[in-house]
C-alpha cells in the first residue's frame, strides 16, 4: 500500500495550465500503475489519464489527449499531471490512485488506492 497526497491545484482563467503532482509513500511506488481521475460536482468520478509502473506506456480520456500529459520520476515517487489549454469543463476534483500490477488501467474500480484529491478552478 502507499499513501498518495496530491498538489498543484488551483484556480485558473481558461487556456491557462496547472501542473498536478502526487507524491507516493513507500517503497512499492515503482510496481505501481498509476493513474488521474476527476470528479465535477454531481458527476461520477471520471478516468483522466494513467501511466505504466515504468512510464513508457500512457492512456487518454479523448477530451484530454492533447492538452494533458501524464508522467512519473520513480526516483522521486512522485507522478505528475500537466494541464494545458484548460477549460471551463476541466473543472473538478482531481483524484490521483495508485494499482499495485505495472499495467496501467482506466477502470476506475481497478485502482486501489486513493489520494484525497486537489480541486481545480478554470474560469471562463
Known amino acids: 500500500q502507499v499513501q498518495l497526497v496530491e498538489s498543484g491545484g488551483g484556480l485558473v482563467q481558461a487556456g491557462g495550465s496547472l501542473r498536478l503532482s502526487c507524491a507516493a509513500s513507500g517503497r512499492a511506488f515503482s510496481r505501481y500503475a498509476m493513474g488521474w481521475f476527476r470528479q465535477a460536482p454531481g458527476k461520477e468520478r471520471e478516468f483522466v489519464a494513467a501511466v505504466s509502473s515504468n512510464g513508457f506506456i500512457t492512456y487518454y480520456e479523448d477530451v484530454v489527449k492533447g492538452r494533458f500529459t501524464i508522467s512519473r520520476d520513480n526516483a522521486k515517487n512522485t507522478v505528475y499531471l500537466q494541464m494545458n489549454s484548460l477549460k471551463p469543463e476541466d473543472t473538478a476534483v482531481y483524484y490521483c490512485?495508485?494499482?499495485?500490477?505495472?499495467?496501467?488501467?482506466?477502470?476506475?474500480?481497478?485502482?486501489?488506492?486513493w489520494g484525497q484529491g486537489t480541486q481545480v478552478t478554470v474560469s471562463s
Open positions: 490512485a495508485g494499482r499495485r500490477t505495472v499495467v496501467a488501467s482506466n477502470r476506475r474500480d481497478e485502482y486501489d488506492d
